[in-house]
């Protein structure tokens, strides 16, 4: 019975220890891919499990929102007039065939001015079977590639292909399980030997070096997609270019890019949602200063956006001072701040460092209200400064007025589609600046109690949680009242465009617009926070998109706005006579019956 009882215990041991090397050997972990690369690597961007990111991007708030039925409905005209998208279905479909693993993509030189790529992933199965897809994708390429030369070559018992296009050049290979591919075939022949561990000096490669490993040591262990980048090249070339213009270079003089020791991002699914961690190595820049969020008491429940930040204007107005030096309007600013006798010492001494912003939106309003913040150290000498700034703006109206120990500064803009009246607003504790002086004297009164409405919310303290104490930064957008808001306001503007503008309805049917309880109920707040942890910044954003998804698509969105416009600026501009055209004589009025 013992002897039968120690079997099932080995065989229990045994088996348990052939699950964990089959796991081990199946762990997507980035430090096989930097044992690959050389020390002094760029650029790195790393997927570990491509098929595991797109099976958590399905299960995503965003994707989700994406798949509603009202969400597909509305956009199968937009869809429609797009070009087929069977060939990128299709080749889709073969990228998760091969199961790819472990996928990279590096820059590993940019000497001569000849950037050095290599990559390569893990893949599923025979060398055969990937093959079959890998070299439909090289026939492709030889296909589009006019004159281009395709020749094999052997290297230490691997097969190289060659294709030649010039310049470019790519050489591709398999060192079972991997395919690796690189624009230059001495490259690739270095990573086959990384890879068959032929190099003998193991300390030179990219998992070796400090700064990658302090970056990596900031990055989660669940991430789906990763990058790091070494600026150390850039700012090299950056403090070249600086030698080269000026005769003598400042002592201890250095650039932000250039005290930056690395950059590192990663990416991963967390219920639903996206969360992005951004790590810049460097030296800490604040001095003394920790993030209070005091302006968060401004809020109230109809509040979307809140946004703090530690930025010291005494201590960047002398750079600001040189920046200004290229635009006329706020040249004569600072210039009425030095004729005043006002330096950097004196902001210091009169406004506190940390910069607040808030934006309400009420149910009853067309557009929001935005308010800017300041902590007030000393209200002399910041009243001194808010009226050197208000006289400054030439040709403008200031009034000011006092009302229970607070001074407001208000102007009245010219008549426009929206009518706006800045106001300022400056008390012993903060300075508080609007577009309308009831937002800013209401902001006022409530910047003496210890809590708000929009503090208090379950709303922002749960989505405060979900990110680490902030030290320098903090960012929240409440992305359904948000976009509540917008379609309250727009869609009946978009409606009326449509009935005034036909063609629209070529590209879209704005009467399918879904409503917006079936967007918002998709829409989590997004926040960001940043905070100094030992080495550098880490800064982390979590929602069903995040601060640096949004503000990226923002910004494509107005480079696609911008297009659009120039192109219908161009059409319109045809509509004209022609300045070659010749006068046609004046028809006569026919003659009366």
């Known amino acids: 019975m013992r002897r039968i009882l120690l079997l099932v215990i080995a065989v229990a041991v045994a088996g348990f220890a052939g699950w964990y090397f089959w796991k081990l050997s199946q762990q997507t972990s980035s430090a096989s891919v930097s044992a690959l690369l050389p020390r002094e690597t760029?650029?790195?961007?790393?997927?570990?499990?491509?098929?595991?990111?797109r099976d958590e991007w399905y299960h995503c708030d965003i994707y989700q929102l994406y798949r509603e039925p009202a969400v597909q409905d509305f956009l199968r005209k937009p869809l429609a007039n797009l070009p087929k998208k069977d060939a990128a279905s299709q080749t889709l479909r073969e990228i998760e065939q091969l199961d790819p693993k472990n996928a990279f993509f590096a820059l590993t030189s940019i000497d001569d001015n000849s950037p050095k790529l290599v990559g390569g992933f893990r893949f599923r199965g025979s060398e055969e079977d990937a093959e079959?897809?890998?070299g439909k994708w090289r026939s492709t390429f030889l296909e589009q590639s006019p004159g281009a030369k395709h020749e094999k070559l052997q290297y230490q018992h691997h097969e190289i292909e060659l294709v030649t296009a010039t310049p470019f050049t790519l050489a591709t290979t398999y060192d079972r399980p991997w395919f690796f591919a690189a624009t230059d075939i001495t490259e690739l022949k270095v990573l086959l030997d990384r890879a068959d561990h032929r190099i003998q000096n193991p300390e030179q490669t990219l998992d070796k070096d400090e700064a990658y490993r302090a970056a990596i040591s900031h990055r989660p262990l669940n991430y789906v997609a990763f990058f790091y980048l070494q600026p150390k090249k850039f700012s090299e070339r950056f403090a070249a270019l600086r030698a080269a213009v000026r005769s003598t270079a400042s002592p201890g003089e250095s650039t932000l890019l250039e005290k930056m020791r690395s950059i590192a991002g990663s990416t991963r699914f967390e219920n639903g949602k996206i969360h992005d961690v951004l790590f810049l190595g460097m030296p800490k820049l604040e001095r003394d200063a920790t993030l209070s969020r005091s302006s968060l008491t401004l809020g109230t429940k109809e509040t979307f956006f809140y946004l703090s930040m530690l930025l010291n204007l005494g201590e960047k107005m002398e750079t600001l001072n040189?920046?200004?030096?290229?635009?006329?309007?706020?040249?004569?600013?600072?210039?009425?701040?030095?004729?005043s006798g006002i330096a950097a010492d004196d902001w210091k001494a009169a406004f506190g460092p940390e910069l607040g912003s808030l934006a309400d939106w009420p149910s009853s309003a067309h557009w929001p209200s935005l308010l800017l913040t300041l902590p007030v150290v000393d209200m002399a000498k910041a009243d001194k400064i808010i009226e050197v700034l208000t006289h400054a703006d030439e040709g403008a109206l200031w009034t000011q007025t006092d009302k229970d120990g607070v001074r407001y500064f208000s102007k009245q803009s010219a008549a426009s589609l929206v009518s706006i009246t800045p106001t300022i607003g400056l008390s012993e504790r903060i300075l508080i600046a609007g577009f309308n002086p009831v937002s800013v004297e209401e902001a006022v009164k409530r910047s003496g109690t210890s809590s708000s409405e929009f503090s208090d919310s379950q709303t922002y303290k749960a989505a405060a949680r979900l990110l680490p104490a902030p030290t320098n930064f903090f960012a929240y957008v409440d992305m359904a009242l948000l976009y509540s808001r917008l379609d309250a306001s727009l869609r009946p503007m978009l409606l009326m465009a449509a009935a005034f503008m036909p063609a629209i309805a070529g590209s879209v049917d704005l009467s399918k617009l879904p409503s917006p309880e079936v967007i918002t109920k998709h829409l989590s707040p997004i926040v960001s926070s940043q905070r100094y942890d030992g080495d550098g910044y880490v800064a982390e954003s979590v929602g069903p998109i995040t601060l640096d998804q949004s503000a990226i698509g923002l910004a494509v969105l107005s480079s696609v706005g911008a297009a659009t416009r120039q192109k219908v600026g161009t059409g319109l501009s045809g509509w004209g006579p022609s300045p070659t055209a010749t006068a046609q004589p004046a028809l006569s009025p026919s003659p009366t019956p």
Not at 42 to 53: S, T, V
Request: hydrophobic share 55%.
């Open 42 to 53: 760029i650029f790195l961007a790393h997927m570990p499990d491509f098929n595991q990111m």
């Open 322 to 339: 040189q920046v200004a030096a290229f635009g006329g309007g706020v040249q004569k600013i600072f210039q009425s701040l030095a004729d």
């Open 132 to 134: 079959r897809v890998i």
